[in-house]
């Protein structure tokens, strides 16, 4: 009944719809929800220990027989300088004197950590199904170990030109993700945000760019967000925002009244809360701070000094320095469990399609 089955083939789900990675907000059980409601379920790895990332894959083994795509950053490490670190401590210490918190006290540094030879053998180890890659593609040695463990290779671009460098190196799928995605910018060959391309015009530009199936990421809360992807020539479709409501995520009660509250110019691109441009439900800090300040320290230092003050402000109830990371739908999400969305999602999908063929 779907007019292009290579998603569907290639991943053996039984709808082309991907659950998103989303740090923070979810772990294994909104995996296993959406897998046991038909789409890929995706666990993100890039915050997570090796120990903890084998206990949530043996949770999620447990839970469902699914195939299970797990999500790594690629992004090369940069140092925090004390000089960057002064400066952005600085822009914030009115914040700090507000909650009384002392800006010289200590604090873990912020994890992101990008794909490397442990968390390769730890891919061998699991052997996902899939592995999908943001900020590009780990040595092409990396590849080809996940490759021989058996698992597909699918990543982000955000440009035509970053979708063809992702196809000449391999992968199985590519994920067009539009300006309207939220989350960090899978962006790797560019740093320009403003020319960053809505899914409107960046999509059917990938497909008739490169011979894998792509996957559309960015602005689907419904099935006709998911019949439009198609229409556009892709393959299946990658969502998150929609997923936020539901009871399985890890959403704090602060985040789910801001969700509820979302309006279609509720998010913005934003360095403030990492350091690396990001789609997120706009707060204090970015209003204030940005959204894209030059004081914020490069990705993921940005996030470390906000800490502390995340955690103060959330003990009221607000999440003036909280990354809710969202994309331009967030309006269309609904306080659905994942696997009955997951299901509404695809039948009015398969009827707006059928309903357009006549």
């Known amino acids: 009944m779907w007019p292009d089955r290579r998603l569907i083939d290639l991943f053996k789900t039984e709808f082309p719809i991907v659950l998103a990675p989303m740090a923070g907000v979810m772990d294994a059980e909104l995996v296993i929800a959406a897998a046991q ?81 442990a968390t390769c053998a730890l891919v061998e180890e699991l052997k996902p199904e899939v592995v999908s890659f943001h900020f590009g593609l780990p040595e092409q040695a990396f590849l080809d170990r996940i490759r021989a463990a058996g698992c597909l290779v699918i990543a982000s671009a955000t440009t035509v030109k970053e979708a063809v460098w992702l196809d000449q190196r391999g992968v199985d799928a590519v994920i067009a993700q539009g300006a309207e995605a939220g ?102 800090l970015m209003r204030e701070a940005g959204p894209i300040c030059p004081d914020a320290p490069p990705f993921p230092h940005a996030a470390t000094a906000l800490v502390p003050l995340k955690a103060a402000a959330e003990k009221q109830s607000r999440a003036d320095f909280t990354n809710l990371w969202a994309g331009q739908a967030i309006a269309m999400g609904r306080d659905l469990p994942a696997a009955e969305l997951t299901r509404d999602l695809a039948k009015s999908a398969l009827a707006r399609m059928k309903a357009l063929a006549g």
């Open 37 to 117: 409601g038909g789409a890929l379920g995706s666990l993100p790895c890039a915050m997570l220990s090796p120990d903890k990332i084998r206990e949530q894959v043996r949770i999620i083994r447990n839970g469902v027989t699914a195939p299970v795509n797990l999500n790594f950053f690629c992004h090369t490490p940069v140092e925090l300088t004390a000089e960057a670190e002064a400066r952005w401590k600085q822009r914030l210490a009115g914040y700090y004197r507000e909650h009384g918190l002392d800006p010289a006290a200590p604090v873990n540094a912020a994890n992101r950590a990008p794909f490397d030879a």
């Open 183 to 284: 989350g960090h910018r899978g962006m790797f060959l560019t740093e320009k945000i403003s020319e960053q391309p809505g899914n409107l015009a960046l999509v059917p530009q990938i497909v008739d760019a490169v011979k894998v199936p792509v996957i559309v990421a960015g602005g689907i809360g419904d099935g006709r967000g998911i019949a439009a992807a198609f229409a556009l020539g892709a393959s299946g479709v990658q969502i998150g925002s929609a997923y936020l409501r539901c009871p399985e995520s890890k959403v704090t009660a602060a985040g789910r009244a801001a969700l509820a509250e979302g309006r279609d110019d509720s998010t913005v691109i934003t360095n403030v809360m990492t350091g690396r441009p990001a789609r997120g439900v706009q707060n204090r």
